[in-house]
């Protein structure tokens, strides 16, 4: 369990968690080169999970340090959180000198053992070089008797948790240029939980534990091992191999753990199937001790447990098709292609990771059948996808996302075919709307063009007062500018074209009104007053009456328009109409009204 769950592979675009023997890592580089890549990233291993006596479940998390790169040894370990729920644990192979390289490069200078940092009872495994150190015969005894036997009683005796972390200070020799283990550094303290059930130091339990190992020189002088060896050991007050009371507790023993975690055992029972035959046939040339101890190794190896990324991965996509499941309605998330994916590589790399390791197991041990054994590991590994059971709603939502996808690529399109029009009649419209104001441009100039000098002269003093005293010469080129107005409102270009009654044409409206109103009530007596009016209206008569002589869109009641349009069908000239509309002695019906009216103007 719990090898090499960083291992890198290819990944393809399905995210199919396999590995087809092209993709081997021997294929590309030598076993020695893939074993020291994967010896140079920490190695991480889980527990399988256990509930608390306080209610809270808690999992053992192990980091093993990547090796000492000079002498390839073990170079530390952390646990952060370390229960019963620990996985299994393995002795080391002496003989393997795959396995802790350095003691047997040490071997000559006398007693060396391949050391393990995590206890094999506390879930060490005796496999990888990342939980072992080369150190002396007495070395190895002095870590078992003055540090693992206590923790072993809180973790595995008392259901404690705990805190571990080991540290080794590697040096070189000063008389030979071998490197070795000079001092490992160990500590630990017991763990509670929290008020959000977080696992956190109980006070006064922390345990020291330093161990001086000397030069291998000095070692090989001194057969009996006696100098250059230190150990200080500085536990917590009391007994220290007795739990402190705060101190968290799981519910069950580490074997009913395991035996609960039913998934865990079904992988060990496959890995054991596919291990007895390689046992059986080793059986035929070595011990029986020895075949069953590689079997077991294989075994650990196969059963390697998920990395967190990919148990995280397998967790989330585990949820969401069970709610997807339950409920159809329910839309996939827009990100379980992606989740797929990042678990699906997850699963891969751990899959390379256990075939590199098997693979030297095998052709260690079993060369001649080492090709037939690693094709069987390998497909109990891809075979045994928990997420196998949900490959046909997979296949179905991500159906469902590629018809969402391509729908949404559709709306975008409309929207950006839609967007294109809008900005075709946008530029249609400021076309047509800058043609038009052209047009009434020239309209413009081309009405104060010809205009009557008269029109010109007060339409001028309307739009230019001040500058109309100043210079009223100039008014003609004041109103062929003003016939060029170019501003929103346009009120000069209006006026010049006559679509804006001037103040002179609305006098003469209301003058005429006025006249009207007193010929209908036949109110003579109030003609007078209405001829006053319309005399007021007679200094800009001209050009009011050529307004309404223009007015294109009929802005004139009926009376004023019949009067003026009336007079204009005889083919007068604007001034004579303008005389007779002082006079009103040409028109019969106010000729009589003035007359009955007294004759007065």
Known sequence: MGFYTNSTVPTTEDGVATVKA???PDKKHSSAENRRKELAKPLVRQGVDATLKSGQTWRTEIQFDPVHAASEDGAGVECTVLGPDHPCGSKPDSSNIRVCPNRHA???????RKGHLLNETLGGPGTDTRNLTAIPAKTNAAMSTGMEDTLKALVNEQRAWIYYRAKVTHAQSSNTAKWYAKKISCQWWELKADGTGQPVQVPSTKGTAVFDIPDPVEYQSDKKGAAGFGVTIANKTGAADKKDDATAEAAVAWNSIVLRNWD???KLKDALGVAEPMVAELKQTTETSAAEKVGAE?????ATPPSPAEEGGFT???THLKALEADKSLAPDKDLRARLHEYATERKKRIAGVLTVTEGLLKTHVPTSATSYLDKIQKLLVKSDPLAVYSGLIE???RRLDALVKEKQELEKDKASLTTERDKLKQEKEAVTKERDEMEVRD???????MSPKSVYDLDAEIHPEQHKQDKPGSRKRVKDAAKDTSDSRKNQRLILGKKPTQSAEVLSKALHAIRRA?????LDRLPAAFTKLNDAAPTLHFSVNWYLTDPSGVADDFVSSMIHGFAAQEKTEDQFMAYLVGMKEIPEFATAFSSAGGQQ
């Open 519 to 523: 010929l209908d009530n036949k109110s």
């Open 106 to 112: 040490l071997d000559s200078f006398g007693d060396y």
């Open 22 to 24: 092209a993709d081997r």
């Open 444 to 450: 413009a100039e081309h009405r104060a063009g010809s």
């Open 264 to 266: 865990y055992v079904k």
């Open 298 to 302: 294989l075994v650990d190896a196969i």
């Open 396 to 398: 179905q939502c991500l």
């Open 316 to 318: 989330w996509l585990e």
